[in-house]
């Protein structure tokens, strides 16, 4: 009997242990400024279509912000703008 109230117990206690390791293989993008002039020009909107390839920060020249080289900055901010997305 003490083992069943036992088991009873910790039954629900495995549904917070992480799950094994996943067999998915990541995504490499290379993000440097080829990948930027390549999304800038695929860009079919308004402002694609009149802008083009604008990079006010100089993201694709030098945009090491934080020490961590320029595509690494790149993916940090496009990482960014996926998760917090501008809302009109």
């Known amino acids: 009997m003490k083992q069943a109230v036992i088991l009873g117990l910790l039954a629900p206690a495995a549904a917070f242990v992480a799950p094994g390791q996943s067999q998915a293989t990541p995504k490499t ?3 440097g400024k080829e990948t930027l002039v390549g ?3 695929s860009n079919g909107d308004f402002l ?3 802008i ?3 990079d006010p920060f100089k993201l694709g020249e030098d945009g090491d912000f934080w020490g961590l080289g320029t595509e690494a900055t790149i993916g940090y901010l496009r990482h960014a703008e996926l998760k917090h997305p ?3």
Request: without cysteine; positive net charge; aromatic residues 14%.
């Open 48 to 50: 694609g279509k009149t």
């Open 86 to 88: 501008r809302r009109h």
């Open 39 to 41: 999304l800038a020009e």
């Open 52 to 54: 083009g390839y604008w």
């Open 29 to 31: 993008v290379v993000q």
